[in-house]
């Protein structure tokens, strides 16, 4: 295992121990950056895009599955016959200011996520520190855009949103507290504006906070990177290798071995890892990643096998966003009137 202090830190962020109890008086920079934000975007507000804007993100540090659900919006929307466009920060990129993604983007240039949304929806991503400023670019490159989504972002007051869907995981909301005394990027529950429609998300029950149930689950099949696409059930018992740079590698193994393979080894890499230094030599047998691994990973050892992640029960909640999504593209950025 290559990964001990994230972890750890993850764990005690559940709880209010001695560890955030030392860091809880911190915690009030948090507070205090947090109400200048919020004040900056009232007296500032930000300009509104020419097409329904929708943010998904979370509240809490870490992953906590925004990118999937960006994927399945996307493909969703897609399907239906409109344009739709995202916008990244691209966390780890090399390249500094808006830049497009295309046929040969680089992760180390724009970021494993935004590769990912491109390679796996084909629809424009533009990736930048500034997002506001991404939107702009994208709209002026696909004028013919019909909504746009934002993977994250939403903390980032500038960008003009008509929609937010926050993420939730296991973890609720940790112990509570702000950064660096707990996981929330922001007190929670969020302000209310009546021009903002909100959803939350979430893969279990949990206290205080009503979501709409998701499940996020592994695919039976694992593919490479030409294409060659192979059932789990395929290696049978034969012992296998995997390696995740998540934010939680560990459940991604657990669904590895509740497919029916056998893991015999796991490597945990750091969140966005760049995993040069992996070589596959390490093991006899074949390996496993994930598809946000594999981007980084194919071009060196186009032999090792992505598993897809799948989220379920989408369905009755996508029925309500796009009527919603509707009326802001009839009445853009939700003015219509009773």
Known sequence: MRLGWQTWLVRQWQTRNWFSCTLWPLSAITWLVVRWRQRQAVLHPPKPNNVPTVVVGNVLAGGAGKTPIVMALAAHWKAQGLHVGVVSRGHGRSLNGVIAVHPTSQFEEVGDEPLLV???????????????????????????????????????????????????????????????????????????????????????????????????????????????????????????????????????????RRQGLNVALAQAWPDHDPLKSFEPQEAPGDWFCTEKDAVKLWPRHPQIWAVPLEVLGLDAWMQDLDRVLTQRISFPHGHQTA
């Open 118 to 256: 491109w390679l796996r929806c084909q629809v424009p991503v533009f990736v930048g520190q500034d997002r506001a400023a991404c939107c702009q670019a994208l709209l002026a490159a696909h004028p013919h855009t019909q909504v746009l989504i934002s993977d994250d972002g939403m903390q980032h007051l500038g960008l003009h949103r008509d929609i937010e869907v926050c993420v939730f995981d296991e973890r609720g909301l940790g112990n509570g507290w702000l950064l660096p005394a707990g996981p929330l990027r922001e007190p929670w529950p969020r302000p209310l504006n009546p021009h903002i429609q909100r959803w939350n998300l979430s893969s279990q029950a949990l206290s205080g906070i009503e979501a709409v149930p998701v499940q996020r689950r592994l695919a039976n099949y694992a593919i490479q990177a030409n294409g060659r696409r192979q059932a789990l059930a395929a290696w049978g018992d034969q012992p296998v290798n995997a390696l995740a740079g998540i934010a939680k590698p560990e459940p991604f193994f657990d669904a590895l």
